[in-house]
């Protein structure tokens, strides 16, 4: 294989994402969900994208979390929900988003102690380790990370009570419900502030490292 003529090299500032452009944007920047290009659309178990293209900004993950809440209550499932984060740029943001709106549904919410960064897999180890023996009260999660993709990307991904990746059926009842959501407008979702929402009696501070 040929090696690339910047291997070993510092990136240039060409390459470099532009991360205060991408938080704004993910702010002020609303989606056009006529066009199937910004619409939520989930890939394995979860919605990718970017911000400056205006397929992962706030109103995506308000929506999003918003059908998840309904989802869960279809579903019965009333355990907690963990949900943690990596270190893309857009993560913080839509971790802060979605504990607005799960809060302000009374959604008890797991989050990474000291809101730290986590790996992926540890939100399946917390899922199973909760619901091992149980019959009621099941856990389901959260991973707020777009994987592999690019620093401009972000993502949303969704793990039932079996703790792997949810399959095609349930992401496409949450993005259809998220997508109407959106046609809809925003003020069909209840939000907590969210200072508020940290503080929630529902919301608790897990460590997801040590075990």
């Known amino acids: 294989m040929k090696n690339h003529p910047l291997a070993g090299e510092v990136a240039p500032k060409s390459l470099l994402a532009n991360i205060r ?8 920047h609303q989606p056009d969900v006529s066009g199937s290009t910004q619409q ?3 890939g394995t178990s979860g919605h990718r994208g970017s911000s400056l293209k205006n397929s992962f900004n706030q109103d995506h993950i308000l929506a999003i979390s918003k059908a998840l809440c309904e989802y869960r209550t279809f579903q019965h ?3 907690p929900l963990f949900m ?4 893309h740029a857009l993560s913080e943001p839509a971790l802060a988003n979605a504990l607005e709106v799960f809060a302000a549904a009374g959604v ?8 730290g960064y986590t790996p992926t897999p540890v939100i399946s180890h917390a899922i199973l380790t909760t619901n091992q023996n149980r019959q009621r009260g ?4 959260v991973v707020i990370t777009p994987s592999h993709n690019t620093p ?3 993502g949303f991904k969704y793990n039932p009570p079996h703790g792997g990746p949810a399959g095609d059926a349930i992401t496409q009842r949450i993005a259809d419900k998220a997508n109407q959501i959106l046609g809809d407008g925003q ?4 939000r907590m502030p969210f200072e508020k929402a940290l503080k929630a009696e529902t919301t608790h501070e897990y460590d997801y490292i040590i075990p």
């Open 40 to 42: 939520v659309v989930f």
């Open 152 to 154: 401009e990307d972000g």
């Open 84 to 87: 943690s984060m990596d270190t």
């Open 77 to 79: 499932i009333d355990g």
């Open 108 to 115: 008890t919410v797991m989050i990474p102690k000291g809101l």
């Open 21 to 28: 452009r991408l938080v704004s944007a993910y702010y002020t």
């Open 187 to 190: 003020y069909r979702v209840k």
């Open 138 to 141: 099941l856990a389901d999660g």
